[in-house]
């Protein structure tokens, strides 16, 4: 909801319009038009009426959304809004009522010439939403006084000194885009004080997910003394500054991510099953091992491929059929003795020829690896062959779903239909989608390649510790897996994650009392033991890593935006690309700290606007943001141009409707002859150049604010 008083016009606008109302509207038109298009070729004329009625509530009911401003003409004495109005006088108390949705309680206008629906706040909100409809009838009825009462606490309001203007014209791009006036540090002590409050408290909650003091110290904390989104920036610069190789590489991956979200409507270009499949087929026989054989068997088929990448593409389809002949001969024999490897030289040269015997020569030295931890149970290295085999003989596979589903007792037939589940996509993935052709070949893909790509990613980005940290990640997922009762492990992470972000230091320590307060925010229920458990793995497979504590919060947000969001693999290469210059990680993160210290000034005003922080506190923390702001750059054009450049990276160079708020945030401060950048000089001296007036205690809502919005 937004609330913008013009003295000029003595009018009031409020807009509550649902970005979210306006693209249903246009999709569902879109919808109708695509309809009509297809059913109504050759309607008669009923249908053609009908299809015209329904196309005209379509578009009504999509301009009827983006039309979402009320304005309380006070000269006028009435409001206006969707093409319609109604005199002040026929809107009583009965008129302007409060009503519960759900979740949300509405403040409605109900009137046969304009029902209208004037903000909607949280059902805890209550009181609040009460009290701001009381103040909108006592203005209703009398808007001379109203409008008298805020001229009077405009005179009385404390003026500010020039640095705290500076200050405030530092943050003046989010607060305008915001609706907080520049002449103020809170919401005043008269006028619209409930909805400022209100706004304030919504946009902690909703967008910085702050519920307390604390909360919100610690989110200012990382903004400004733990790098914020500028170190983020200054990641990008880093894989924008890889060697040309692995940056595409890394480019090529986040593709890969965009498109998979996308369902393939990213980049149609890259024919993603043939590309990728037999990387899938990897994983999936990864799965099919780990499910019938356990760890060790993996332990085996990390070894058999490690053999297969010390040969060229062309000579693996041999390497593989000497294997399997050894595993053969394994089974049967138990041994290899000098008869067995005679049969096997043999096979290899009728199989290929010349080229098989210097290929199973090649291949001698590298099976006592592949047999490892094997080497007692060669049974265990045969089963492995003969599983990861498959690919190369699909026509079996078929067959041993068959015995799978025959020979499976039925206490054990959970664990068989998995394993037939694997055994399926396998199949259809390596016979081009003959096998099994019910099989949705792309959802597969995703799901498996998804998780293998985004660890790759991670590597590329966070380095060998990164790896090392997700590895372990995983290690305490697998051992919380069994654990009943207890909160999910992934919770469990992101609030660590986002504790350590706001601990300062190369090595911080998480305070397990703040973790297990945001868990408990979450389950009320969730039990000591479950967090105890999940400390002392974190102890023992996190903390004993160099760097882990601070690794393992980079990796967490990284995993978590690259799986949660889908666009952010798409804004990724675009902030790569855009930063793809000559500067270096500490000069991008350097030119768009405005980015970080512009929203900690907003902070700090909205903590004091809920009464978190006073004044004094404020006015101590936002000075030396302001002085580290007036350093890096050279003017206030200079700072507005940063602070736009940082928007674009921050939301991958998408040129949205929030972006063009930003812009004409600016275009409206550099236009505004009052505003501090035209009526300060940059280079100010800024020292504590003021002094406080203690405001009064409970002053009723009088006023109108010239500006709230939310």
């Not at 924008?240 to 991510?257: D, N, S, T, W």
């Not at 593989?320 to 138990?334: N, T």
């Not at 986002?498 to 229920?525: F, I, K, M, S, Y």
């Amino acid at each position: 909801m937004s609330c913008q008083y013009d003295r000029h016009t003595r009018e009031i606008a409020i807009n509550d319009s649902d970005a979210a109302l306006g693209l249903a509207g246009g999709a569902f038109l879109c919808l109708v038009l695509a309809l009509l298009l297809f059913f109504l070729v050759d309607a008669t004329w009923p249908w053609l009426a009908c299809a015209a009625l329904t196309v005209a509530l379509a578009v009504a009911w999509f301009r009827a959304s983006l039309a979402g401003d009320a304005v309380f003409g006070l000269a006028a004495r009435r409001l206006k809004a969707r093409g319609g109005q109604v005199s002040f006088d026929a809107i009583d108390a009965s008129r302007l009522v409060l009503q519960e949705a759900g979740k949300q309680v509405l403040l409605r206008v109900v009137h046969p010439d304009l029902p209208l629906t004037l903000f909607d706040v949280p059902v805890k909100e209550r009181e609040t939403a009460s009290r701001i409809r009381d103040l909108l009838l006592s203005m209703l009825e009398d808007p001379d006084r109203i409008t008298q009462a805020s001229a009077g606490s405009a005179q009385k309001t404390h003026v500010l000194s020039p640095a705290q203007r500076w200050i405030l014209g530092a943050g003046a791009i989010l607060a305008q885009c915001n609706g907080f006036a520049l002449d103020r540090l809170g919401t005043g002590a008269l006028g619209f004080r409930l909805i400022d409050r209100q706004k304030a408290k919504l946009l902690l909650d909703r967008e910085w997910h702050c519920n307390g003091r604390e909360d919100l110290v610690a989110t200012i904390s990382w903004l400004v003394a733990e790098g914020g989104h500028s170190e983020q920036f200054g990641a990008s610069r880093r894989m924008a500054a890889l060697p040309a190789e692995r940056k595409e590489h890394y480019l090529a991956l986040l593709k890969i991510v965009a498109h998979l979200h996308a369902r393939g409507g990213k980049y149609p270009d890259i024919d993603f099953v043939a590309t990728y499949s037999p990387l899938v087929v990897r994983s999936l026989t990864r799965g099919l091992v780990r499910s019938r054989h356990g760890e060790d068997a993996v332990a085996v088929l990390a070894a058999l491929w490690d053999t297969e990448e010390q040969f060229e593409a062309e000579d693996r389809p041999c390497i593989r059929a000497i294997r399997q002949l050894v595993a053969q001969g394994l089974r049967a024999a138990g041994t290899v003795d000098g008869a067995f490897r005679e049969e096997v030289a043999h096979a290899a040269a009728n199989l290929y020829g010349s080229r098989g015997q210097p290929l199973l020569e090649r291949y001698r030295f590298r099976f006592p690896a592949e047999l490892g931890s094997a080497r007692n149970e060669r049974a265990l290295f045969a089963d492995v062959v003969a599983l990861e085999g498959l690919r190369d003989a699909p026509e079996t596979i078929a067959a041993e779903i068959v015995r799978l589903q025959r020979e499976t007792p039925a206490p054990h037939r959970h664990g068989a239909e998995a394993e037939i589940e694997l055994l399926r996509a396998i199949g259809h993935l390596v016979s081009d989608g003959r096998l099994f052709p019910d099989l949705d070949a792309f959802g597969l893909c995703a799901g498996v390649m998804l998780p293998s790509l985004v660890e790759r990613l991670i590597e590329l980005r966070c380095g060998a510790e990164g790896a090392a940290v997700f590895a372990a990640i995983q290690g305490i997922d697998q051992e919380l897996a069994g654990a009943e009762g207890g909160p999910h492990p992934e919770s469990l992470h992101l609030d660590v994650a986002t504790h350590l972000r706001t601990v300062p230091g190369e090595h911080p320590l998480p305070d397990w009392e703040v973790v297990a307060a945001a868990q408990r925010a979450r389950n009320p229920q969730v039990a000591d033991e479950a967090l105890a458990r999940y400390r002392a793995l974190f102890e023992r497979h996190i903390l004993v890593i160099d760097g882990g504590a601070r690794c393992f919060a980079d990796v967490v947000m990284f995993h978590r935006a690259l799986l949660g969001d889908p666009d952010h693999a798409e804004e990724e290469i675009s902030r790569v690309r855009l930063l793809d210059e000559d500067r270096s990680e500490q000069q991008v993160a350097a030119r768009y700290m405005v980015w970080d210290h512009a929203r900690a000034l907003l902070l700090y005003r909205l903590g004091h606007m809920v009464g978190w922080f006073d004044e004094p506190y404020c006015w101590e923390h936002m000075l030396p943001l302001a002085e580290n702001i007036q350093k890096h750059y050279r003017s206030w054009t200079d700072m507005a141009e940063a602070y736009l450049e940082a928007r674009l990276l921050w939301n991958g160079a998408a040129e949205d409707a929030g972006m063009q708020a930003n812009r004409q945030a600016v275009n409206e401060i550099t236009a505004d002859p009052d505003s501090p950048w035209n009526t300060l000089d940059w280079q100010l001296s800024l020292h504590a150049d003021w002094t406080y007036v203690v405001p009064p205690v409970d002053v009723p809502p009088q006023g109108i604010h010239e500006s709230v919005s939310s």
